[in-house]
């Protein structure tokens, strides 16, 4: 089973920026899809950014252009730098992994909510 620590929330002010970074353990980074979603304050999961093993990458429309996702896969990492933050990004920033879509894409991700495993959150608040 995968194991996900997210780490490097915090309070923000708009226009701020914010580093997340995921420690995955328990499996070798390379085999799975990752990236990451968030969940605001009394609403559903909302898919952000994925990157698999095979260099696809893709934001969700809301995110394009402010936010930037990367893995380091020798170190079983995985990165969300976020510039020019708003406060709809306010939320709990999750990581996850998953291994069982081949060949990796990001779609059954992004459109499906197929996120396989992840932690238990980092939160991101957005306020002046």
């Known amino acids: 089973q995968l194991q996900i620590v997210e780490s490097g929330g915090g309070l923000v002010q708009p226009g701020g920026s914010l580093r997340l970074s995921c420690a995955v353990g328990g499996w070798t980074l390379d085999d799975y899809v990752a990236g990451w979603f968030r969940q605001a304050p009394g609403k559903g999961r909302e898919w952000v950014a994925c990157v698999t093993s095979n260099g696809i990458i893709e934001y969700a429309d809301s995110v394009k252009g402010r936010f930037n996702v990367s893995r380091d896969n020798a170190k079983n990492m995985v990165y969300l730098q976020m510039v020019s933050l708003k406060p709809e990004d306010t939320g709990v920033y999750y990581c996850?992994?998953?291994?069982?879509?081949?060949?990796?894409?990001?779609?059954?991700?992004?459109?499906?909510?197929?996120?396989?495993?992840w932690g238990q959150g980092a939160q991101v608040t957005v306020s002046s």
């Open positions: 996850f992994g998953n291994r069982n879509i081949k060949p990796p894409r990001c779609t059954p991700v992004s459109r499906q909510g197929r996120y396989g495993y």
